[in-house]
C-alpha cells in the first residue's frame, strides 16, 4: 500500500506512524472514493493525528490518479473471496474498455498469450 501511495506522490507514512489505524483508513478510503482535496483528507485526522494537519496537507498532495485508486482499492478488498470475484469482474470491464477487442486480439495472438493474462496487462498498464 505505501508504494502505491508514493508512487502517487502521497507520503502519508512520512507524517502517520500507522497508516492503516482509524485515520489512515479514513483517508485511504476517501482517497479511493475520489477525494483528492488534500485539507479534506486532512481534516480526517483523528486524536493524535489532528496537530500534524498541516504536514499531513502537504503529505496528501500528490498526482493520485484513477488507476491508484483501482490499485489501493485491489490492495484494501484483497482479503475476502467475494472481493476477489469482484476484483476480477472488474479488471475485466477496465481491460475491455481500454482495448477494443480487434487490439487485445492483436496482443494475443502477436504474443501467443491467453486472453486472461492479456486482460491483466492491459488492466494494469492502460493509461487512466
Do not use: Y
Not at 6 to 33: C, Q
Not at 66 to 72: N, Q
Amino acid at each position: 500500500m505505501v508504494k502505491e501511495l508514493e508512487d502517487a506522490g502521497i507520503k502519508l507514512s512520512s507524517v502517520a506512524t500507522d497508516i492503516l489505524g482509524v485515520s489512515g483508513r479514513a483517508m485511504l478510503a476517501a482517497l479511493i472514493a475520489g477525494e483528492r482535496d488534500a485539507q479534506v483528507l486532512a481534516e480526517m485526522a483523528k486524536a493524535r493525528m489532528r496537530p500534524k494537519i498541516p504536514q499531513l496537507v502537504q503529505a496528501l498532495t500528490g498526482n493520485f490518479g484513477e488507476h491508484h485508486a483501482f490499485c489501493a482499492g485491489c490492495i484494501c478488498n484483497a482479503s475476502t473471496s467475494s472481493a476477489l470475484q469482484s476484483r476480477n469482474s472488474r479488471r475485466v470491464s477496465r481491460s475491455r474498455s481500454a482495448l477494443s477487442p480487434a487490439s487485445l486480439n492483436t496482443w494475443r495472438r502477436s504474443w501467443v498469450w491467453a486472453r486472461p493474462v492479456a486482460e491483466v496487462i492491459v488492466a494494469e498498464t492502460a493509461p487512466t
